[in-house]
């Protein structure tokens, strides 16, 4: 079996299963228990499962209980300020991508009323733009994430192969210090990595919160980013790594 496949059942199993030993994989793959050992490392390395003694477990989504309209009432001007100054990078005519998020859900806001077309999981960014007559809204298809009003799986994925998109802009749980891009939500980090592959421009929307944040599931390098928008008070250390790595470094 090759590799890949094997990282994809693997990961079916372990979602399924909520807790595979290595004993167990191996026989069911029919490989042996050391190239288990190796397929583990590797995928917790990614951040796609937690490696543990013996095994592997599903990595948690930090975000479940947490309900929607808290994440957008924390930290609002902050978010406010960097979904203005994204804004500004749109212009009419423009295919955007927006993620989820409560910023997203903001910048939303801010292009209503401008000929754009805007393409989303963000049942939020739905709710902001569904009776726009000017913006053109294209919905991703996929399956309901209700706690954080988003669409996810292979039905999004899928739709995302068939976006050409401008730019996407792109929100995250955390920017870790040598510029890595982090997320706690194990559906989200697929659509992420798809919405990048589909724009012209990546720009990441993180308020100075954001350094370093939270998040085990590593979405992608600086080097994977174009822009990126924060406030002043953000790590400058984190700042330097990410312009190092030729990011343009925006302060909203």
Do not use: W
């Amino acid at each position: 079996m090759l590799q890949r496949l094997r990282h994809a059942e693997i990961m079916r199993r372990v979602r399924t299963s909520g807790a595979t030993s290595v004993r167990d994989l191996a026989s069911q793959l029919g490989v042996s228990p050391s190239t288990i050992r190796r397929d583990l490392e590797v995928l917790d390395r990614d951040g796609t499962l937690r490696r543990v003694r013996g095994g592997a477990l599903p990595c948690a989504d930090a975000d479940a209980d947490r309900p929607f309209a808290e994440v957008a009432g924390a930290d609002g001007q902050d978010k406010e300020a960097v979904a203005a100054r994204a804004a500004r990078l749109v212009a009419d005519g423009d295919v955007v991508l927006l993620d989820i998020g409560t910023t997203t859900m903001r910048l939303a806001r801010r292009l209503r009323g401008r000929r754009v077309t805007v393409v989303t999981s963000s049942l939020a960014v739905l709710d902001v733009l569904r009776t726009d007559p000017e913006v053109e809204l294209l919905l991703l298809g996929g399956m309901v994430r209700r706690p954080y009003h988003s669409l996810v799986g292979v039905l999004t994925e899928a739709a995302l192969g068939q976006v050409v998109a401008d730019r996407v802009f792109l929100g995250a749980s955390g920017v870790r210090p040598d510029g890595q891009l982090v997320d706690t939500t194990l559906a989200e980090v697929p659509l992420k990595r798809a919405m990048m592959a589909a724009a012209g421009q990546v720009v990441l929307l993180v308020d100075r919160h954001k350094f370093p944040g939270t998040g085990a599931l590593r979405v992608c390098g600086p080097e994977d980013i174009d822009v990126i928008i924060t406030n002043d008070g953000a790590d400058e250390a984190t700042l330097r790594a990410c312009a190092a790595a030729g990011v343009e470094v925006l302060l909203a």
